[in-house]
C-alpha cells in the first residue's frame, strides 16, 4: 500500500495542464496593479496564458508528477 511521491501544491495553483499534455501559466505577471502608466500594446500583450516552452514545461511536470 505504498504511496506515490507529493505534489507540489504551490506548483498545482500556478498552473494547468491541457488536454494535450502542454502547461498553460494561469496568471501572467504585471496585470494585477499600475496598470495605468503602462502602454495599451504592453496591457495586450501581457494578455492570455502563455505556453510553456520544453525545458521549463519539463521541471513543471515533474514537480506535479505527470
Known amino acids: ?20 499534455g502542454k502547461i498553460k501559466v494561469m ?14 500594446k504592453r496591457k495586450r500583450q501581457m494578455k492570455g496564458q502563455p505556453i510553456l516552452g520544453a525545458t521549463m514545461a519539463r521541471r513543471i511536470k515533474r514537480m506535479i508528477h505527470i
Open 1 to 20: 500500500m505504498g504511496k506515490g511521491p507529493k505534489t507540489k501544491k504551490s506548483i498545482l495553483k500556478r498552473f494547468k495542464v491541457t488536454g494535450t
Open 27 to 40: 496568471k501572467v505577471s504585471g496585470r494585477s496593479h499600475l496598470l495605468a502608466h503602462k502602454s495599451p
